[in-house]
């Protein structure tokens, strides 16, 4: 397609096109080192009739002014309908507004630099630079430990109990 040179291109595409060898690796990587690549936009699954896969969408520009690319994990923004995803005002504008000013946003955004995708072989595999993990919530080891003394001498107490009602009953006592 023919393109002004201050002009912008966007399309969807199956997630597929990031990652896959072949001929497709190979337009990656032209459309990379041409520097034509300004964005990769992942969106959920199920947001279209025809296909219920993921997809994104390729933002080209002939004349970018920055050496970058933008990740966008946009695939976990949307509202759950009966038959498809869709995506909310809210969702679209947080997508516009963060290309626009190309903002980086942990778990949702970043900006890469070419010469790290090249690291990569081309491969623009949108999780593999914007990572989707949740820190977890670190762990208060002393108050697990005073948890488990206290679980400890509950048990210590019922085991007691238990053992002074099989003693009612004539019963042996279980043992610690």
Request: proline letters at 4%.
């Amino acid at each position: 397609h023919f393109l002004r040179e201050d002009g912008t291109m966007a399309i969807i595409l199956p997630h597929g096109v990031l990652f896959r060898g072949g001929v497709e690796k190979n337009i990656r990587t032209k459309l990379l080192k041409d520097g034509h690549l300004d964005a990769v936009i992942g969106l959920p699954a199920n947001l279209f009739f025809s296909t219920g896969i993921p997809v994104c969408i390729l933002v080209l520009k002939k004349c970018r002014k920055s050496d970058d690319v933008l990740f966008i994990n946009a695939s976990e923004g949307y509202k759950k309908d009966k038959r498809q995803n869709r995506l909310e005002d809210k969702d679209i504008e947080k997508i516009v507004n963060t290309y626009r000013f190309r903002k980086e946003e942990p778990r949702y955004s970043k900006r890469i630099s070419l010469e790290r995708i090249e690291q990569e072989e081309f491969n623009l595999n949108i999780t593999r630079y914007v990572s989707t993990a949740q820190e977890e919530e670190p762990i208060d080891l002393q108050k697990v430990n005073e948890e488990l003394k206290n679980i400890a001498i509950k048990s210590r107490e019922a085991l007691k109990r238990h053992n002074e009602f099989l003693e009612e009953l004539g019963l042996p006592p279980i043992a610690d």
